[in-house]
T-cell receptor, first 112, second 113 residues
Framework: SAVISQKPSRDICQRGTSLTIQCQVD?????MFWYRQQPGQSLTLIAT?????????ESGFVIDKFPISRPNLTFSTLTVSNMSPEDSSIYLC?????????FGPGTRLTVL | DAKTTQPPSMDCAEGRAANLPCNHS???????VYWYRQIHSQGPQYIIH???NNETNEMASLIITEDRKSSTLILPHATLRDTAVYYC??????????????FGTGTRLTIIP
């Protein structure tokens, strides 16, 4: 199974600023994803991070708000832009190969 | 992907078998049943998946009914560390490009000492 790490593990940010979250996988994976988990809620998929091309966003999520990069098969970043308190959530990345998906520990973001 | 229905919460005594049900009456023939769990403050963890035959691994057993409209995840000897939210997810698997997961609300399992 793949081991996934995320940086930072948590952060407190001011509204209007941006935060970039890094996701590192210890082995090459075919697919990488970014999810959001709002307080007390289940996980919601934000986008699929595509290597070398633009991410594929789910309904309700846009590139201007959540730009994503994936320069290679083991690394991806998610930026939360122009933050507001409603963006306070846990952000999780995952890596997947055919059949299974593995998750990072999450980044707990609080926006004041 | 087919929709799943799970009870919102369950309790189980430590050392007993925990049986978590999941209904997926609209499942298609090429859709698998996946189980993940999320322990507090951690990312989800893969447990097991199956198509139509019962499956067992070191963590759990998965029992799928013959009509595939429901399944049960069994943790044979529950420990306090099994306290978590358990998600039953139905999706097409083992097919490139179909790996994204749709999480429902899951079952919050509490193991009682």
């Amino acid at each position: 199974s793949a081991v996934i790490s995320q940086k930072p593990s948590r952060d407190i940010c001011q509204r209007g600023t941006s935060l970039t979250i890094q996701c590192q996988v210890d082995s090459q994976v075919t697919m990488m994803f970014w999810y959001r988990q709002q307080p007390g809620q289940s996980l919601t998929l934000i986008a699929t991070a595509n290597q070398g091309s633009e991410a594929t966003y789910e309904s309700g999520f846009v590139i201007d708000k959540f730009p994503i990069s994936r320069p290679n098969l083991t690394f991806s970043t998610l930026t939360v832009s122009n933050m507001s308190p409603e963006d306070s959530s846990i952000y999780l990345c995952s890596g997947a190969d055919v059949g299974k998906q593995f998750f990072g520990p999450g980044t707990r973001l609080t926006v004041l | 992907d087919a929709k799943t229905t799970q009870p919102p919460s369950m309790d189980c005594a430590e050392g007993r078998a925990a049986n978590l049900p999941c209904n997926h009456s609209t499942i298609s023939g090429n859709e698998y049943v996946y189980w993940y769990r999320q322990i507090h403050s951690q990312g989800p963890q893969y447990i097991i998946h199956g198509l139509k035959n019962n499956e067992t691994n070191e963590m759990a057993s998965l029992i799928i009914t013959e009509d595939r409209k429901s399944s049960t995840l069994i943790l044979p000897h529950a420990t306090l560390r099994d306290t978590a939210v358990y998600y039953c997810i139905v999706r097409v698997a083992e097919s490139f490009g179909n790996e994204k997961l749709t999480f429902g609300t899951g079952t919050r399992l509490t193991i009682i000492p």
